[in-house]
């Protein structure tokens, strides 16, 4: 079946602009993650949505960053005033539920250059 | 706070040759723990997971993992490595709490299988 699927696959843009990139999760899925992928920060957990509960927004690393997720479906993640540091691989992952036993799947991530 | 600890950065083996991939974590409590590869240029890719039972853990393409919890490692194997599994490895943890969901990566391993 389709996996996560995400958009752009690849974003060049300058500082100081906003950037919006997107994620479709697998089809049923009630959990939705964001990480980034850095060379210098490895990967990092950004934010988590699970159902109707309030987001775990505690990986965000700035008010610049924020993410929504509508109809319990597709995600946003927002980055206001774009800074070089916020060049990145962004992966979105979703799992069937939180529990244990309920593996994250990965997009192919968004590649985003701030020039 | 949770965290995983990749101690090798690259491994190198050839072709037919097991492979170990390193992996120690920290977390309260009991962990769940996992392994994902990433392929050039693709997202995370899901390989193995403990959660509970046997500390032997079976997993995809081959690959298995032992959970260790008096030395709190989880390290990957595979008998007879191929070419194909050059990739690189992450290794991953979260604790058994309920209420925390996102995961902790290791930094990562970049495997190499030569011809």
């Known amino acids: 079946g389709a996996g996560v699927s995400q958009s752009p696959s690849n974003k060049v843009t300058e500082k100081g602009k906003d950037v919006e990139l997107r994620c479709d999760p697998i089809s049923g899925h009630t959990a939705l993650y964001w990480y980034r992928q850095s060379l210098g920060q490895g990967l990092e957990f950004l934010i988590y949505f699970q159902g109707n509960s309030a987001p775990d927004k505690s990986g965000l690393p700035s008010d610049r960053f924020s993410a929504e997720r509508t109809g319990g479906s597709v995600s946003t993640l927002t980055i206001q005033r774009t800074q070089q540091e916020d060049s990145a691989v962004y992966l979105c992952a979703s799992s069937l539920d939180t529990g244990a036993s309920y593996e994250q799947y990965f997009g192919p991530g968004t590649r985003l250059t701030v020039t | 706070a949770q965290s995983v600890a990749q101690p090798e950065d690259q491994v190198n083996v050839a072709e037919g040759n097991p492979l170990t991939v390193k992996c120690t974590y920290s977390v309260s409590g009991n962990p769940y723990l996992f392994w994902y590869v990433q392929y050039p240029n693709r997202g995370l890719q899901f390989l193995l997971k403990y959660i509970t039972g046997d500390n032997l853990v079976k997993g995809s393409y081959g690959f298995e993992a032992e959970f260790n919890k008096s030395q709190t490692s989880f390290h990957l194997k595979k008998p007879s490595a191929l070419v194909s599994d050059s990739a690189l490895y992450f290794c991953?943890?979260?604790?058994?709490?309920?209420?925390?969901?996102?995961?902790?990566f290791g930094a990562g391993t970049t495997v190499t299988v030569r011809a």
């Open positions: 991953a943890v979260r604790p058994q709490r309920s209420n925390d969901y996102k995961l902790s």
